[in-house]
């Protein structure tokens, strides 16, 4: 009989996955990070309990492609400084991926807040644009001009953190209490360069990342760098606490926040 592809696969097979994920070389991937400070109140507005705002009000941009072979990626994300337990790190927004298959593993595994959308870095000798964009909407846009080299910071271990919850089956809430990730990121940067430019924020109502306003520019580069990432479960959280702020997470928050109409399926 012909495989059937859907069929349970074997010990074997299972374990030679896991095996071929664990032994990926570094991905190097270029990159443009802006960091911005913004309003302290509309930072501590967007962090879920328990959650907090460090000592300065920040907001970090990165949008990244990576050259994989026959499989371009472009990678993008908006994230706040934040600390949980003593430990300093970012909480991510929005995180557009070009492709579903990076989107999927680090929603499901990590539960980091992915959506499809279009992320662009264009380099024109020293010109330089990057820009994320969804449902036709360029949210985020870093223009500029490279400024000169900057010497490559030593390998560095960096945090973030997510929330992972299921929605509820019958369309009301979490389905239990989510989890609090702390994923870490060993991040090492081959090159770096100083940008000078801006960061424009538009309007959206899908990613409305225009409500933390740029105060000052901090940091602008482009560069290359390569990261692997490790999560571990920090804690349970409160599906109450967490409910307020589930929204951040979809584009259409009433199928989380609603129930389904009467005879659904």
């Known amino acids: 009989m012909t495989r059937v592809r859907y069929g349970a696969r ?14 990926l070389p570094d991905i190097w991937s270029t990159g443009v990070v802006a960091v911005w400070e913004s309003d302290p ?8 309990p328990p959650l907090e705002p460090t000592g300065r009000p920040l907001v970090r941009a990165n949008i990244s492609k990576v050259e994989l072979p026959g499989y371009p990626l472009g990678a993008g994300s908006v994230a706040v400084a934040a600390v949980h337990d003593g430990r300093e790190g970012w909480y991510p927004l929005v995180m ?5 298959r990076a989107l999927i593993g680090g929603r499901e595994v990590f539960g980091e807040p992915k959506k499809l959308g279009e992320v ?24 500029g001009t490279v400024d000169g080299p900057l ?18 089956v019958d369309g009301r809430g979490l389905e239990s209490d989510p989890v609090l990730v702390h994923c870490l990121r060993n991040e090492k940067v ?76």
């Open 120 to 143: 662009t870095v264009e380099r024109d000798g020293a010109a330089v644009s990057a820009v994320l964009a969804r449902h036709g909407i360029a949210f985020v846009e870093v223009r």
């Open 41 to 48: 109140e509309a930072v501590a507005a967007v962090l879920p």
């Open 96 to 100: 557009p991926m070009t492709h579903e």
């Open 10 to 23: 074997s010990a074997a097979e299972i374990t030679a996955a896991r095996d071929a994920g664990s032994r």
């Open 151 to 168: 010497p490559p910071p030593e390998p560095a271990e960096k945090l973030d953190f997510y929330f992972k919850f299921l929605p509820a």
């Open 190 to 265: 081959r090159r770096l360069e100083r940008l000078t430019g801006e960061v424009v924020l538009r309007e959206s109502p899908y990613d409305p990342v225009a409500d933390l306003p740029v105060r000052r520019v901090v940091e602008l580069t482009i560069g290359e760098k390569t990261t692997d990432q490790k999560g571990r479960v920090a804690g349970r959280v409160s599906a109450e606490d967490l409910l307020p702020y589930i929204h951040q997470r979809y584009d259409d928050p009433q199928q989380i926040l609603d129930g389904p109409p009467e005879g659904s399926v």
